[in-house]
């Protein structure tokens, strides 16, 4: 079993859906993160959780809610969304050392279609 | 403020050729540096880190970096490379260490031709 563990893989969904990207690391991290990746585009840092507190917010508009019920789980609820947003949703997760390069761990991401 | 800045965003090249993808950065601040990988339908993973020391890291599947302060470069190389290389390379800095501060190039794909 992966790392960082991500569902579902692709989503197709219109802009009045309600749905739910789902995130969980096995590694005992006490940081998780969500970012968005669009094509020839820098990876954008959406949210991030450390001990389950939300500590970064990168200006990200309210249609995408994260959730972090604990450390090993992260959610993203998607509502509204506009086909701007179709992108590929990346998770990962890391152990918090005092800023002494931090490794990064990623899912597989969950591949998003906004029609 | 840092910023990234990977200045080919294809590189194709035979198969057991070398090869180096660049890097270039800004940053006012001690800088960390690092080149992630990324697979076709998979996540990233890190490939080498720069902390401190001694300027060339070497880093996994036979890659190496050098970091060059006054060129403000930290370029990826591989001496030989195969076609399982073929995947999209992220150049990463942080100014602090802490992995929610890192700022990514847009990535290079590098495409290993028979």
């Known amino acids: 079993e992966t790392g960082v563990t991500q569902t579902p893989r692709h989503l197709v969904m219109g802009m009045t859906n309600k749905k739910s990207l789902k995130c969980e690391q096995h590694l005992g991290h006490n940081a998780m993160y969500w970012y968005k990746q669009s094509a020839k585009k820098p990876l954008e840092l959406m949210f991030v959780?450390?001990?389950?507190?939300?500590?970064e917010n990168n200006s990200v508009p309210s249609r995408f809610s994260p959730e972090c019920p604990n450390s090993s789980h992260l959610f993203l609820h998607l509502h509204t969304l506009q086909p701007e947003d179709s992108a590929l949703y990346l998770c990962?997760?890391?152990?918090?050392?005092?800023?002494?390069?931090?490794?990064?761990?990623f899912g597989s991401g969950t591949q998003l279609s906004v029609l | 403020a840092q910023s990234v800045t990977q200045l080919d965003s294809q590189v194709p090249v035979f198969e057991e050729a070398p090869v180096e993808l660049r890097c270039n950065y800004s940053?006012?601040?001690?800088?960390?540096l690092f080149w992630y990988v990324q697979y076709p339908n998979q996540g990233l993973q890190l490939l080498l880190k720069y902390l401190s020391g001694s300027t060339l890291v070497k880093g996994i599947n036979g890659f190496e970096a050098e970091f060059n302060k006054s060129q403000t470069s930290f370029h990826l190389r591989k001496p030989s490379v195969h076609i399982s290389d073929t995947a999209e390379y992220f150049c990463?800095?942080?100014?602090?260490?802490?992995?929610?501060?890192?700022?990514f190039g847009s990535g290079t794909q590098l495409t290993v031709l028979p």
């Open positions: 959780y450390n001990f389950k507190e939300q500590t």
């Open positions: 940053s006012s601040v001690s800088v960390y």
């Open positions: 990463a800095v942080s100014g602090s260490g802490y992995a929610r501060q890192l700022t």
């Open positions: 990962a997760s890391s152990q918090l050392s005092r800023g002494q390069g931090e490794k990064l761990f």
